[in-house]
């Protein structure tokens, strides 16, 4: 069983920054890729960005320039640094997570993290 736990969201004012973070714990044997996702109120959960194996990263349009994303193996560990922040971000975070287990592979989500954007 593994667990994605994050934390670091909150209220900020537009062009501020936040620092998510998302935890992984259980039985890990390797973590193929993570991810964060977002959902705003009448909206469908996109992607926000995502790290793979080997450091390779890619980004949604909308935050390009503004959001990386980063990791800490020793630590299971994976970080999105939010810079530039704009009302539009304000969503619930998710972190998602490829993982091989003990029991295989499988997709393992997060509860969310609310990140607010007041203008």
């Known amino acids: 069983q593994v667990q994605l736990v994050e934390s670091g969201g909150g209220l900020v004012q537009e062009g501020g920054s936040l620092r998510l973070s998302c935890a992984a714990s259980?039985?890990?044997?390797?973590?193929?890729?993570m991810a964060w996702y977002r959902q705003a109120p009448g909206n469908q959960r996109e992607l926000v960005a995502i790290?793979?194996?080997?450091?390779?990263?890619n980004y949604g349009d909308s935050v390009k320039g503004r959001f990386t994303i980063s990791e800490d193996n020793a630590n299971n560990t994976v970080f999105l640094q939010m810079d530039g922040l704009k009302p539009a971000d304000a969503a619930v975070y998710y972190c998602?997570?490829?993982?091989?287990?003990?029991?295989?592979?499988?997709?393992?989500w997060g509860k969310g993290t609310q990140v607010t954007v007041c203008s």
């Open positions: 998602d997570g490829v993982v091989r287990g003990s029991l295989g592979l499988g997709n393992y």
């Open positions: 259980g039985s890990i044997l390797r973590i193929n890729e």
């Open positions: 790290i793979k194996s080997g450091n390779t990263t």
